[in-house]
């Protein structure tokens, strides 16, 4: 089972715009067919995010701050609720559940993952952030592949290679990639390339 959070600007009602981004990989009939896969692709409303972080005002775009003992938002704890019900169902995998958010879907991915951390194989945030200390809870137990563009001023790549280093520093072995020349969309990228899917399903829990 793979859960998606998406970004800031796919937030709403209408239940489309959070497949944005995504949908043409797992629609694609090929990956269909090698990943047979439940994905679950939740929509926060536009009173809502992901994500718990502060924001800030930084002349170095660094602009967001984030609490060790953070409190989910309203939207973040409904799908910490849905998950716990979704693994306890015969038909899920409870080995092999994925999770994948960008820019404030991987935000919250970081945060889920703080909140959850034996729920997940393996884990994609592109474009993320979050507090370091979270990492302590699973950077041994959650495969992370991290990644951001060299030239996002929307959320800067420090915040990823911090998160990365995190995981380095607790015992980890992240997977991190900076992709040059890249601004906010460093998900068109990843989505792009051949691995991403190969490298997050090999994971299983032990």
Request: hydrophobic share 35%; proline share 5%.
């Given at each position: 089972?793979?859960?998606?959070?998406?970004?800031?600007?796919?937030?709403?009602?209408?239940?489309?715009?959070?497949?944005?981004?995504?949908?043409?990989?797992?629609?694609?009939?090929?990956?269909?067919?090698?990943?047979?896969?439940?994905?679950?692709?939740?929509?926060?409303?536009?009173?809502?995010?992901?994500?718990?972080?502060?924001?800030?005002?930084?002349?170095d775009?660094?602009?967001?701050?984030?609490?060790?003992?953070?409190?989910p938002?309203?939207?973040?704890?409904?799908?910490i609720?849905?998950?716990?019900?979704?693994?306890?169902?015969?038909?899920?995998n409870?080995?092999?559940?994925?999770?994948?958010?960008?820019?404030?879907?991987?935000?919250?991915?970081?945060?889920?993952?703080?909140?959850?951390?034996?729920?997940?194989?393996?884990?994609?945030?592109?474009?993320?952030?979050?507090?370091?200390?979270?990492?302590?809870?699973?950077?041994?137990?959650?495969?992370?592949?991290?990644?951001?563009?060299?030239?996002?001023?929307?959320?800067?790549?420090?915040?990823?290679?911090?998160?990365?280093?995190?995981v380095?520093?607790?015992?980890?072995?992240?997977?991190l990639?900076?992709?040059?020349?890249?601004?906010?969309?460093?998900?068109?990228?990843?989505?792009?390339?051949?691995?991403?899917?190969?490298?997050i399903?090999?994971?299983?829990?032990?």
């Amino acid at each position: 089972m793979h859960l998606f959070l998406h970004g800031i600007g796919e937030r709403g009602s209408d239940n489309k715009k959070q497949l944005t981004y995504i949908n043409k990989v797992f629609s694609n009939k090929r990956n269909r067919k090698k990943f047979p896969v439940i994905v679950i692709f939740p929509q926060a409303p536009l009173t809502d995010s992901w994500s718990s972080r502060i924001l800030i005002k930084s002349s170095d775009n660094k602009n967001y701050k984030f609490k060790k003992n953070s409190i989910p938002t309203k939207s973040l704890s409904m799908v910490i609720s849905l998950m716990d019900s979704l693994v306890t169902l015969d038909h899920v995998n409870k080995k092999r559940v994925y999770l994948t958010g960008l820019s404030n879907g991987a935000m919250g991915a970081f945060e889920l993952l703080n909140n959850r951390p034996n729920m997940f194989a393996a884990a994609t945030p592109i474009c993320g952030a979050g507090h370091p200390d979270w990492i302590l809870n699973y950077a041994k137990k959650t495969a992370l592949w991290i990644v951001h563009g060299s030239d996002d001023r929307t959320v800067h790549p420090y915040y990823s290679i911090r998160m990365a280093n995190a995981v380095i520093q607790a015992g980890g072995s992240p997977k991190l990639t900076l992709y040059n020349n890249v601004k906010h969309n460093s998900w068109l990228n990843i989505f792009r390339d051949p691995r991403f899917l190969p490298w997050i399903y090999r994971h299983k829990k032990k």
